[in-house]
């Protein structure tokens, strides 16, 4: 059953359950919301990771007004090499028009929900600095640490220095001391 926010009900969705036309309902929003990235979201409707699962708000006409893609990664953490499995939030958005309702919070409820009923360690997040008061009101705490990503091109390197990391506790209250090694491209 979708949890209603309004007039918007939410829908998590498995990933071998999007159709090709959600998909493409999908990435005609993002290109709404990321029109830095227009080209990008034209194209395929995940960023560098595919999603496992998604968080899709439709308003009563069926159309998406909100959404995110959730990642599931095993990540790797400290000097000890913790595994951690995480959720990681990948294109967290909403429609202007329905902005400022709280439909973001209701939105990540519903992600960190399912990421527990998974038995997922962690949220895992990477947002701009000006980003972490609104995360923050949801729960998210900023982590000073640094995290690596590995990737063809350069290898095993910093994530971009332009992004915060944000931390959501699930089965895990906290995570372990150290570097964080994502064990693969960042999301
Ligand atoms: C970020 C976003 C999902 C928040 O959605 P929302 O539904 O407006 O969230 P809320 O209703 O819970 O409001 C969150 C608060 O954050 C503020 N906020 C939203 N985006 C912000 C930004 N980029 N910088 C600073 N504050 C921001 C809002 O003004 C609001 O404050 P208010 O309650 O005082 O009005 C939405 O602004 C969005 O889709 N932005 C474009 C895509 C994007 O940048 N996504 C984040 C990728 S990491």
Same mark, same amino acid.
């Given at each position: 059953?979708?949890?209603? =926010?309004?007039?918007?009900?939410?829908?998590?969705?498995?990933?071998?359950?999007? #159709?090709?036309?959600? @998909?493409?309902?999908? &990435?005609?929003?993002?290109?709404?919301?990321?029109?830095? @990235?227009?080209?990008?979201?034209?194209?395929?409707?995940?960023? =560098?990771?595919?999603?496992?699962?998604?968080?899709?708000?439709?308003?009563?006409?069926?159309?998406?007004?909100? =959404?995110? +893609?959730?990642?599931?990664?095993?990540?790797?953490?400290?000097?000890?090499?913790?595994?951690?499995?995480?959720?990681?939030?990948?294109?967290?958005?909403?429609?202007?028009?329905? &902005?400022?309702?709280?439909?973001? /919070?209701?939105?990540?409820?519903?992600?960190?929900?399912?990421?527990?009923?998974?038995?997922? @360690?962690?949220?895992?997040?990477?947002? &701009?600095?000006?980003?972490?008061?609104?995360?923050?009101?949801?729960?998210? &705490?900023?982590?000073? #640490? +640094?995290?690596?990503?590995?990737?063809?091109?350069?290898?095993?390197?910093?994530?971009?220095?332009? /992004?915060? #990391?944000?931390?959501?506790?699930? /089965?895990?209250?906290?995570?372990?001391?150290?570097?964080?090694?994502?064990?693969?491209?960042?999301?």
């Amino acid at each position: 059953m979708p949890t209603k =926010h309004n007039d918007i009900s939410l829908f998590v969705i498995k990933e071998q359950d999007i #159709t090709p036309k959600l @998909d493409r309902a999908i &990435r005609e929003m993002l290109v709404v919301c990321f029109p830095a @990235d227009r080209e990008y979201y034209q194209r395929q409707s995940f960023w =560098h990771s595919p999603a496992v699962y998604r968080i899709i708000g439709k308003n009563d006409k069926g159309s998406i007004v909100a =959404h995110t +893609a959730i990642v599931q990664r095993a990540v790797i953490i400290g000097p000890a090499l913790s595994k951690v499995r995480v959720a990681g939030i990948q294109s967290f958005c909403v429609l202007q028009d329905y &902005r400022s309702m709280g439909l973001s /919070n209701k939105m990540m409820s519903a992600a960190m929900d399912e990421g527990s009923r998974r038995s997922l @360690d962690a949220g895992l997040l990477f947002c &701009r600095e000006q980003l972490e008061k609104v995360y923050g009101g949801m729960g998210w &705490r900023k982590l000073d #640490t +640094a995290v690596y990503m590995t990737d063809d091109k350069k290898g095993k390197n910093l994530i971009p220095s332009r /992004n915060i #990391t944000m931390f959501y506790p699930l /089965n895990a209250k906290q995570l372990p001391a150290g570097d964080i090694d994502l064990a693969g491209t960042d999301w």
